[in-house]
């Protein structure tokens, strides 16, 4: 099998060296890791405008410039428009490029100090971000492969629309049944029915693989990560962990989209981030990128990612890669360093 491209940048002929022995006969998934060095910017720009498929960059911060190694990842990310490399900046220098000011600003997938760099924490952060690589290519090809027209395939699509059918009346009527005036006890069961049946709406709705089109209008924010939240409050309420969101002081109040794609997306993520979460608390942020556009950050805030490889964990990221593509984004990450990041356009 051919083997994982990783590229390392860095002035320092002993990184290089070092980093080869670190990876000497490590397979991951029975391929190799075949390291390519580059000992400065321009010459990692020739590098990647080459060859297309380098699965990892680790990136030095300081090298012909103070950020140098920032800079590459603008010309990654925003030149070459490459959005599926992970990227890993190492660094000697932490006060040339502030840990969490350079997360917030660019896209990069892990942030490590030299200074307090072990083999096992390179070859733990090299494996996550390579997992995640593989995760978004295999989200591609399935979003790219036509749909199979067997017999299996055909059930379950008949399936999948004779639910949607039994379900959406039921659907109407819990939501009528939210309007009544009711005692504490059948409120929070009608509560808890309403959001097992929204969840049983996106789920089958994305067994039909069908788009869902809607006029782009002004949305809350608040009141759509709310929404979202209470559909998934029964379940950390029963098993005991949390679900809770920020909102970037930034961001206006409304955005322009189109509601339901966007609340479908959201559901979608979560309920990926609850099966790679394995039971931890979960944090929902959502922040400005740049000018025009809105990142989505699912989180564990304690704990490692439980990485859940299951049919339908996988269609799931599949669906939420078509979801974010749907609404003019992209899936940057999809559960590898506890994460799931989608980034999308403020209007729509």
Not at 44 to 55: G, H, S, T
Not at 95 to 117: M, R
Request: with cysteine; charged share 20%; net charge negative.
């Amino acid at each position: 099998m051919t083997p994982w491209k990783v590229l390392i940048v860095d002035d320092e002929e002993g990184i290089h060296g070092i980093t080869r022995m670190i990876f000497r006969g490590y397979e991951f998934e029975q391929r190799g890791i075949e390291l390519i060095s580059a000992m400065n910017g321009a010459e990692a720009r020739q590098i990647l405008e080459q060859q297309q498929d380098i699965a990892l960059a680790l990136l030095d911060v300081v090298m012909e410039t103070d950020h140098e190694g920032l800079q590459l990842v603008d010309f990654i990310r925003n030149q070459l428009n490459n959005q599926d490399i992970r990227i890993i900046l190492r660094t000697g220098h932490p006060g040339y490029a502030p840990e969490a000011q350079v997360i917030v600003n660019y896209d990069i997938n892990d942030y490590l100090s030299k200074a307090e760099l072990s083999a096992s924490r390179l070859l733990t952060s090299v494996v996550v971000a390579l997992r995640s690589y593989r995760d978004i290519k295999t989200a591609r090809q399935q979003s790219d492969q036509p749909a199979s027209n067997g017999h299996q395939d055909g059930l379950l699509q008949c399936a999948a629309v004779e639910l949607q059918q039994q379900i959406t009346p039921l659907l109407q009527q819990s939501r009528r049944l939210q309007q009544l005036e009711l005692n504490p006890v059948a409120r929070d069961l009608s509560h808890e029915l309403h959001a097992r049946q929204q969840r049983l709406h996106n789920s089958v709705s994305l067994l039909q693989n069908s788009a869902t089109t809607e006029a782009s209008r002004p949305v809350s924010l608040s009141n759509l990560l709310n929404e979202v939240l209470q559909i998934f409050l029964p379940q950390s309420r029963r098993e005991g962990w949390l679900l809770d969101y920020s909102l970037d002081e930034q961001l206006p109040s409304e955005i322009q989209s189109a509601p339901q794609p966007l609340q479908q997306l959201l559901i979608t993520a979560t309920e990926l981030a609850i099966l790679q979460a394995g039971g931890q608390d979960l944090k929902l942020s959502v922040s400005a990128s740049g000018a025009a556009q809105l990142l989505l950050n699912l989180t564990q805030p304690h704990g490692q990612p439980v990485f859940t490889r299951t049919p339908w964990s996988q269609h799931l990221q599949q669906q939420l890669h078509s979801q974010c593509q749907q609404l003019g984004g992209q899936l940057l990450d999809a559960g590898d360093q506890s994460a799931i990041r989608c980034l999308l356009p403020l209007t729509l």
